[in-house]
């Protein structure tokens, strides 16, 4: 499933998708693959749960970079 960051976005978006048992979510995030606080955290916890989670980028040009949490929580970072 594909889900689209904006203002407003909370993490109940997230964890609605995998209690229909999604097997992959891609964060289609703001800027680098941004989200709010509440989103990233529940992510990590699909991640924790077996769900594969990507963070990726709405924009056309922007480098999704792997952050230092990354490994923590469990997200991939998509590159490009």
Not at 1 to 18: K, P, Q, R
């Amino acid at each position: 499933s594909i889900l689209y960051a904006h203002a407003g976005l909370e993490g109940d978006a997230v964890e609605a998708l995998t209690a229909q048992g999604v097997r992959g979510i891609v964060l289609a995030g703001l800027g680098d693959g941004n989200a709010p606080a509440s989103v990233v955290a529940a992510l990590a916890r699909a991640a924790a749960a077996g769900v594969a989670v990507v963070r990726a980028s709405r924009l056309d040009a922007a480098m999704v970079e792997p952050r230092t949490d990354d490994a923590r929580t469990g997200i991939v970072a998509a590159r490009a």
